[in-house]
Nanobody
Framework: QVQLQESGPGLVKPSQTLSLTCTVS??????????WSWIRQPPGKGVEWMGA???????NYSPSLKSRTSISRDTSKNQFTLQLSSVTPEDTGVYYC???????????WGQGTQVTVSS
């Protein structure tokens, strides 16, 4: 059973960089041919795929967020990390990590973590 757990600060100030880590257990992030995604849901809105890192280490990003988003990984810890720069209050929401994407279905999700952007 694959399990994912998000971690990171719940409050970020405007213009700063949001950094979240997803720790994966029960499966390796280097296993062919899985992608590992970050997805968010602003309050009152639908879910938005932000980007993904592949088993190979390659990355894909949402065009609307590409200029501010970076996803990396630490294979020794079986973790992958999201960095979102220059945040504004519009980046407030619940952030999820998941296995799957960008064209594949998501089969495992983290529980999600609330991030609020506020001064």
């Amino acid at each position: 059973q694959v399990q994912l757990q998000e971690s990171g600060p719940g409050l970020v100030k405007p213009s700063q960089t949001l950094s979240l880590t997803c720790t994966v257990s029960g499966g390796s992030i280097t296993t062919n041919y899985y992608y590992w995604s970050w997805i968010r849901q602003p309050p009152g809105k639908g879910v938005e795929w932000m980007g993904a890192i592949a088993w190979s280490g390659g990355t894909n990003y949402s065009p609307s967020l590409k200029s501010r988003t970076s996803i990396s990984r630490d294979t020794s810890k079986n973790q992958f990390t999201l960095q979102l720069s220059s945040v504004t209050p519009e980046d407030t929401g619940v952030y999820y990590c998941a296995r799957g994407g960008p064209a594949d279905a998501y089969d495992y999700w983290g529980q999600g973590t609330q991030v609020t952007v506020s001064s």
